[in-house]
């Protein structure tokens, strides 16, 4: 009750609602996939393929846990609850900590997998199988599945386990790409196990068990009013960044951003995936995915190989400032000395992008070609994008935690969304003209030509910025005012 009262009385209630319908739409259309799925693998495994179903799935289940960690990892949030006005209530700690764990039992990510594996079972059963271990097998497989539910609790809120079990991943994975080691092996024995011998179930059932009362225990330890209050006493370090007095007000302002960028938590991640952003032109550059291996999705990789600073920081520009915004607000600052120091950190964040991708003159000059044609576009046009969206993102940010680096729901609403666009399908959209009309090379020259112009006419743009950010100041100020 206390939820639903805080959702229909937000400011953001609209954009929420809105929300909430995209995600029910999304949700309903990989149910019916899954669904779908789940139906037919069986056939497609034993007749097209001539493999053994139940084999050959026990084989990837190491693949299909990792994949549904990493996008829980990624996108599932962690149990929030307001709980200060609940602690001076005669409400139990475990029943408050039982109600955040509850909610996520009944999480689409948990419930997803039902759409796949129960019509799999159901064919497993129809095709003779025996029943007891076809429903052993199903057990544990949803064994694992929350026990994924539970690891991702505690990963989101251990940094080092996080990027511990990412280095494991990637590591795993390039071994089994460059045929070094094949995980899938010895994997294969506990998951097939699961079927061919019945106690191993034991086992998935066992690490559930320890996984909720780790997750459980720790969160109860967690429930006091002033958890997260006290902060540690490290060695305190002066850092003047005098060299920056020279940019005048925009000087000053960088060496805000700097200081911030490097004492908080979640500024902290946004660097950090901006960095694994360098990366995610492998996918598209090393022709190991068909669908990706064609000169429109390579433009498409390259605004991201250059952008991920752009999108993970920029996106949230002024709400990085939104816990003293409202006494900014009070000084006499001309916005366009602040929205110029925003627009310089993300172009020096793109150099410094375009340069440490070097490495994929490794693929070609064409492709480095073409990153560096996307890192002029980023500078010219997407950097001016995001400033302009962040007028409309009203999301205050919580600078001691890490928690929703990637975005957060009301960061969504309709007039962000459509400056979203022209981010990645106007370059696209460029490219392939040029290149319809002449040839490759031609679609690289419109794309950064674009961005050129971008570039020359930044003054008129950042007034038109200015413009915007004005009109919007008190809707964000009051937007900053609400928790939660």
């Given at each position: 009750?206390?939820?639903?009262?805080?959702?229909?009385?937000?400011?953001?209630?609209?954009?929420?609602?809105?929300?909430?319908?995209?995600?029910?739409?999304?949700?309903?259309?990989?149910?019916?996939?899954?669904?779908?799925?789940g139906?037919?693998v069986?056939?497609?495994?034993?007749?097209?393929?001539?493999?053994?179903?139940?084999?050959?799935?026990?084989?990837y289940?190491?693949?299909?846990?990792?994949?549904?960690?990493?996008?829980?990892?990624?996108?599932?949030k962690?149990?929030?609850?307001?709980?200060?006005?609940?602690?001076?209530?005669?409400?139990?700690?475990?029943?408050?900590?039982?109600?955040?764990?509850?909610?996520?039992?009944?999480?689409?990510?948990?419930?997803?997998?039902?759409?796949?594996?129960?019509?799999?079972?159901?064919?497993?059963?129809?095709?003779g199988?025996?029943v007891?271990?076809?429903?052993?097998?199903?057990?544990?497989?949803?064994?694992?599945?929350?026990?994924?539910?539970?690891?991702?609790?505690?990963?989101?809120?251990?940094?080092?386990?996080?990027?511990?079990?990412?280095?494991?991943?990637?590591?795993?994975?390039?071994?089994?790409?460059?045929?070094?080691?094949?995980?899938?092996?010895?994997?294969?024995?506990f998951?097939?196990?699961?079927f061919?011998t019945?106690?191993?179930?034991?086992?998935?059932?066992?690490?559930?068990?320890?996984?909720?009362?780790?997750?459980?225990?720790?969160?109860?330890?967690?429930?006091?009013?002033?958890?997260?209050?006290?902060?540690?006493?490290?060695?305190?370090?002066?850092?003047?960044?005098?060299?920056?007095?020279?940019?005048?007000?925009?000087?000053?302002?960088?060496?805000?951003?700097?200081?911030?960028?490097?004492?908080?938590?979640?500024?902290?991640?946004?660097?950090?995936?901006?960095?694994?952003?360098?990366?995610?032109?492998?996918?598209?550059?090393?022709?190991?995915?068909?669908?990706?291996?064609?000169?429109?999705?390579?433009?498409?990789?390259?605004?991201f190989?250059?952008?991920?600073?752009?999108?993970?920081?920029?996106?949230?520009?002024?709400?990085?400032?939104?816990?003293?915004?409202?006494?900014?607000?009070?000084?006499n600052?001309?916005?366009k000395?602040?929205?110029?120091?925003?627009?310089?950190?993300?172009?020096?964040a793109?150099?410094?992008s375009s340069?440490?991708?070097?490495?994929?003159?490794?693929?070609g000059?064409?492709?480095?070609?073409?990153?560096?044609?996307?890192?002029?576009?980023?500078?010219?046009?997407?950097?001016?994008?995001?400033?302009?969206?962040?007028?409309?993102?009203?999301?205050?940010?919580?600078?001691?935690?890490?928690?929703?680096?990637?975005?957060?729901?009301?960061?969504?609403?309709?007039?962000?969304?459509?400056?979203?666009l022209p981010?990645?399908?106007?370059?696209?959209?460029?490219?392939?003209?040029?290149?319809?009309?002449?040839?490759?090379?031609?679609?690289?020259?419109?794309?950064?030509?674009?961005?050129?112009?971008?570039?020359?006419?930044?003054?008129?743009?950042?007034s038109?910025?200015?413009?915007?950010?004005?009109?919007?100041?008190?809707?964000?100020?009051?937007?900053?005012?609400?928790?939660?």
């Open positions: 009750m206390l939820e639903w009262k805080a959702f229909t009385r937000s400011a953001s209630f609209g954009t929420n609602l809105v929300l909430k319908i995209f995600m029910i739409l999304g949700a309903i259309y990989f149910s019916v996939m899954f669904l779908i799925l139906a037919a069986f056939y497609i495994l034993k007749d097209e393929l001539k493999l053994d179903p139940i084999q050959t799935v026990s084989k289940l190491i693949y299909y846990c990792i994949i549904d960690l990493i996008i829980r990892l990624l996108l599932q962690i149990p929030v609850l307001n709980i200060r006005p609940l602690l001076v209530l005669p409400i139990k700690k475990p029943t408050i900590v039982n109600f955040s764990l509850g909610k996520t039992y009944l999480s689409f990510f948990n419930l997803l997998h039902l759409f796949f594996f129960m019509p799999f079972t159901v064919v497993l059963l129809i095709e199988y025996d007891a271990s076809v429903l052993i097998w199903h057990f544990s497989v949803f064994c694992l599945i929350f026990s994924n539910n539970f690891i991702g609790i505690l990963l989101n809120n251990k940094d080092n386990l996080f990027f511990i079990f990412i280095g494991l991943v990637v590591a795993f994975a390039a071994c089994q790409y460059y045929n070094v080691f094949d995980v899938t092996v010895y994997t294969a024995v998951y097939q196990g699961l061919d019945k106690w191993v179930f034991l086992i998935p059932v066992g690490l559930l068990i320890g996984l909720f009362y780790i997750t459980f225990h720790y969160f109860k330890s967690e429930l006091y009013l002033d958890a997260g209050l006290a902060s540690k006493h490290e060695i305190a370090k002066t850092e003047n960044l005098t060299w920056l007095n020279q940019f005048g007000t925009v000087g000053t302002f960088l060496k805000n951003d700097i200081k911030l960028i490097k004492r908080n938590k979640r500024s902290k991640t946004t660097v950090i995936m901006s960095v694994l952003f360098l990366f995610y032109g492998m996918l598209f550059f090393s022709s190991g995915i068909e669908a990706y291996d064609n000169p429109f999705m390579h433009m498409f990789a390259g605004i190989v250059t952008g991920g600073f752009l999108f993970t920081f920029g996106q949230f520009v002024p709400s990085w400032d939104s816990s003293y915004y409202p006494l900014m607000m009070t000084q600052i001309p916005y000395g602040y929205l110029s120091s925003k627009w310089w950190l993300v172009v020096i793109t150099v410094i340069l440490l991708s070097a490495f994929y003159l490794y693929f000059w064409e492709v480095y070609l073409t990153i560096l044609v996307g890192a002029v576009y980023n500078i010219g046009v997407n950097s001016h994008l995001v400033l302009l969206g962040g007028a409309y993102t009203k999301t205050p940010v919580d600078l001691t935690s890490s928690k929703g680096a990637f975005g957060d729901k009301k960061a969504f609403n309709v007039k962000t969304m459509l400056i979203s981010k990645l399908l106007l370059p696209m959209l460029l490219y392939g003209l040029g290149t319809a009309l002449f040839n490759a090379t031609t679609g690289l020259a419109f794309v950064a030509v674009a961005g050129v112009l971008g570039f020359v006419l930044r003054n008129k743009v950042f038109l910025i200015e413009k915007v950010y004005k009109t919007e100041k008190y809707a964000t100020l009051d937007a900053y005012k609400q928790k939660g």
